[in-house]
């Protein structure tokens, strides 16, 4: 007998053997019970989900003899010869062979003519999008206004493609994608019918290289059910499909994320010894990547395409590592994919780019730095050189590692003496602990009066002064304010802010009244402007005396 591939032969005859397409199936399923026959159908999704399976089924229940029906019995002269491809009442046509108008046409002129035998005359299109341009106007006319009897289906993969004059005149239907947990359920069922021996692992594997389609991943099961004579193992698997098994993925994003980079390069040694793909390789740790940030974010482990134990130690990997870690590593990550799919030594693009991701952990913060506090991420070696001096270091705050020499002290801080100079050493080393966390409210902060008095920090705001007053109102300066305090005066000094008085104007000096009325005159004055001088004394002379 001669052998069938898996793909053929477990292949959908019936709805409710259609998987990971629920949606569709109940809304064609309501229709055929209701007799709501539209006389145009579009089926679009990927390769593989099961879109043309979809038109022929519906095209036996609606000439089933027991129907219309929810679904078609599959014994009847109808369904047997709609299932073999026999039935002269049902035509699949592929779309790239009937491109040209003229074909179209005559197509579309034989289906003027009632069915020989069936209910309805169905036309199955498949990728209609290879159509011209011409044929489409030439389908416009019967799609829109067919005779009774007839009924398209068309199916695409590129539904952008096709024009919007067909797409207004048929019921359209997306297929998705199958997850990769049902497809290997899928393929399980495959395996205990088929008496192959294959491991959930391989099996999940299988899933994900077929990317959602159920064609490309019953067909991947035969390979390797072929390779290793019914029996597929682990290692087979993963060398036949050219990636890595999630654990070793988890270890992989494990080792980048803790700056590894040792272990990052066995990795890299280990794609190469195996001969896996690189660019293939790269493609999946970025989904694995992908399903860690949405883990980081919050989101739940059974909504990410895992078996359970994984996806919850996944889980904990990634909040443990902070989703704006994941952010940033799968933001440079993604930034690298076509250099690594692109370039000739694929493995030397994937080998930097994930150094690259593994130095990541040990970058510090630029707030942090401005503010003077080391990032706990990053060790001692990653620490920034200082290039320029600058003013003697505060005492050691709460977010920053204290000297080698003198220890610090565990105690709080002694309450500082009663002062009032606003420019003795605590107070200096307070403007000096707010510049380095807010340069410019420092700056502000230095035109005030500030003062320290029986244990408290005073900033006393003059009244014209409405910008400090404001800042020192926002939650955001206040807490600049007291880690300020706390790093200089330790923890639990108070500081609060009070407004002062308005400023006096400086008033001038008394002038004589001769030497004021000198220089108001507009002669004088030019006079000034010229030379760049001043009235210094007046002397009257008889024939330049005003009169009275």
Known sequence: ?????????????????????????????????????????????????????????????????????????????????????????????????????????????????????????????????RLSRQAFDALLKIVEEPPAHLVFIFATTEIDAVPATILSRCQEFHFRRVPSLLLSGHLRSICEAEAIAASDTALRLIARAGEGSVRDSVALLDQLATFGSGTIADEDAIRLLGGLDTALFHELL????????????????????????????????????????HLGLGGAPEQIDLPGEEAVALAELARGAGYENLLRLLHQLLASEQVVRRSEAGVLALEIAWLRAAELPKLARVEDILAGVQSAAAPASARPPRTAPGPPPPPPSRNSAPPPSPPARTEPAAPPPASSAPAGEPVQAFIEAVSRRKAPFAALLAQADVTVRDGELRITVPSEDVLLETRLQQPAYRLVVEESVAAVFGPGVAWRSVRGEPKKKAEPPPAEPDRARAAENPQVQAVLDIFGGRVETVEEHGSLREEP
């Open 254 to 293: 494990a080792a980048i994320v803790a700056g590894d980079a040792p272990a990052v390069v066995g990795f890299v040694s280990r794609i190469q010894d195996e001969g896996w793909d690189p660019r293939h390789v790269y493609g999946q740790f970025l989904s694995f990547c992908r399903d860690a940030l």
């Open 1 to 129: 007998m001669t052998y069938q591939v898996l793909a053929r032969k477990w292949r959908p005859q019936s709805f409710s053997s259609l998987i990971g397409q629920e949606a569709i199936v109940t809304a064609l399923r309501n229709a055929l019970t209701e007799g709501r026959i539209a006389q145009a159908y579009l089926f679009s999704g990927i390769r593989g989900v099961g879109k043309t399976t979809a038109a022929r089924v519906l095209a036996k229940a609606l000439n089933c003899e027991k129907g219309p029906a929810a679904d078609p019995c599959n014994e009847c002269i109808a369904c047997i010869e709609i299932t073999r491809g026999s039935d002269l009442d049902v035509q699949e046509v592929d779309a790239a062979t009937y491109s040209k108008v003229e074909q179209v046409r005559d197509l579309t002129e034989s289906l003027k003519y009632g069915p020989a035998r069936d209910r309805y005359k169905v036309v199955v299109l498949d990728e209609i999008h």
